[in-house]
């Protein structure tokens, strides 16, 4: 199999829009579940690109939420270079979100975050650490509440998003990765 990121978000944007296209994006995704050097490659170009978006102001939007669901897959081998992806990907986020409100960073931060805990503790744990640091006298703010809800288990997130309403950030989040975000 032989695709590039950018051919799997044309795929996925076709799905979303007919239903025939569907049946060949799940069939790619299912491909990408038995080819883990694929998924792999996959990864790495979806968080490079993430990055060049974040270094630019941008918001990564699916760049980042792909690739991080791509570089959390068990099996890959370059599981320590993603998790520094990873970590790189969740501080821009969190330096961004200090003077931006945006769903969609909130959500790739939170996603980012999910996936070190459940890959990594330790890691995760010290950069969290390393985060609050800059929440010291701001634990209000929405980023700072956000390392805090890092930390909790399945069923607290279940409790609390389902008392969040239809016009949260985080349920809002979906319809950004629609279009860019200019966080500048």
Known sequence: MNITALEYLEAEMKAKRTGTHKIEFRRINEELNRLPKVAERLASEFLAMAWDELEKGLDPGLLAIHGIRLASRGRLQRTVE?????????????????????????????????????????????HVEELEQYCRGNESTRRCKLLEQAGESWEERRNRFKQLGPGSRMRQAGSEWRGRTDLN
Do not use: M, P, V
């Open 82 to 126: 993603y998790k520094l992806w990873i970590a790189k990907i969740t501080r821009k986020c969190f330096d961004l979100l200090e003077n931006h409100q945006s769903g969609s960073l909130e959500l790739t931060l939170t996603r980012g975050l999910t996936s070190l805990r459940l890959n990594d503790f330790e890691q995760f744990r010290l």
